[in-house]
């Protein structure tokens, strides 16, 4: 491998690393399948969310 190409490397595996986040999916039963399409029945799972950015938070009156 040349020095080039492990640079380039080096640097896309930082680059998309850095964003990685931990993303679970919630336990699910299948209800039924039909070709490619599946009912699902969750397990109850809370979402957490809060805004990112000052323009993303909500205005006060």
């Known amino acids: ?10 640097a896309a ?4 690393g850095l964003n990685a986040m931990a993303i679970e999916e919630p336990k699910f039963t299948v209800l039924s ?5 599946e009912l699902r029945q969750y397990a109850p799972f809370l979402i957490a969310r809060r805004p990112t950015t000052l323009a ?3 205005r006060s009156p």
């Open 33 to 37: 399948k039909e070709g490619g399409v």
């Open 13 to 16: 595996l930082l680059l998309t």
């Open 1 to 10: 491998m040349t020095p080039t190409l492990q640079r380039l490397l080096c």
């Open 56 to 58: 993303a938070r909500p």
